[in-house]
């Protein structure tokens, strides 16, 4: 059974039991068993509360990609519009093609990745990664100060961000054992292209063709 399968059926168990206690809750009061009822019913909100907080997390982790080896992600190119600006077309491996401008002499492509541990990984959670941000930069630290910089934003976040919370809160959630940031950089040059893949040691980024392969041989 997949993660996400997992997942939906916890919710919606979640969510039955929620609805049985909170009916059995309003029956019992309706009888005047107040005590039983109250309990519950607070025991049906608190269900539901949790089965509210798993839709929410769930509809975040769809916006990630599950990976267990090395695998491509995606392949980016580009074509040289003037002094250090490039027309660039970043080709995800899920179909969708972004299409942007960027200045300066390097290209940065961020990813966001979740590692599982203990129960989740039993029960068929892969580690997931999602692109995160596709940016210009520049080699002289002068230049990076001075220059304004160019980015693009390749993903959102729907639902309860579960990143930004194991991220910042590091250890408190049981299940999940990493939360971290990857990124990867090369030269951009006329023509260039190339290939990224994400690792389990994060995102690796390889020359495609012959204009890729001399810039990074010419990269200082």
Known sequence: MSAALWLDVG???????ALTL???G???VRRRHRMRGTIHGLTGLLVGCIAAIALLV?????TYARFTA?????TISFHQ???RRYDVTLDRHDGDIVHTTLTGDE???DARIIKWKGFATVVGFKPLYRLQRLSGRYTRIGDELSRPPTAIALANDPGLNLWEIAHRESGWLPLVDAAYGTATYLPMSNDATYRVSMSVTGLVARPANAAAKKAVENWE
């Open 70 to 74: 090395e695998q491509p992600v995606a």
């Open 11 to 17: 919710v919606a168990l979640g969510a039955l039991l």
């Open 107 to 109: 290209w940065e492509l």
């Open 81 to 83: 519009l003037g002094p």
């Open 58 to 62: 769930g509809i975040n982790l769809l």
């Open 26 to 28: 309003v029956r019992h």
């Open 22 to 24: 909170l009916l059995n």
